[in-house]
C-alpha cells in the first residue's frame, strides 16, 4: 500500500469520531485547550486534512473529546 492510502487509513478514524461527537476544527482546539495542549485551528485543520500526525496527537484528540475507544473500521 502507499503512504497516501496508510495517511487515509490514519485520519478516517479520528475524524469519523469527531464527526459522530459533533466536534468541529474549533472545538477540538478548545478541547485541546482545556487539557493544556495548545494548538490553533488552521494547524488542526492541516494536520487532519493531510492525515499525516503522530499517535500521541491522535491519543490527545481522544482525551480531549472524552473518548474511550477508536473504532477503527465501519465494518
Known amino acids: 500500500m502507499s503512504d497516501t492510502v496508510w495517511e487515509a487509513k490514519v485520519k478516517g478514524p479520528l ?3 469527531l464527526k ?3 466536534v468541529t476544527d474549533a472545538q477540538l482546539v478548545e478541547r485541546r ?4 495542549l495548545v494548538d490553533t485551528e488552521p494547524n ?4 487532519l486534512a493531510r ?5 500521541v496527537f491522535i491519543l ?3 482525551e480531549a473529546i472524552g473518548a474511550t475507544s477508536l473504532r477503527l473500521s465501519d465494518g
Open 51 to 55: 492525515g499525516k500526525f503522530t499517535a
Open 60 to 62: 490527545q484528540c481522544l
Open 44 to 47: 488542526i485543520r492541516n494536520k
Open 20 to 22: 459522530r461527537r459533533n
Open 15 to 17: 475524524e469519523a469520531e
Open 33 to 36: 485547550a482545556a487539557i493544556d
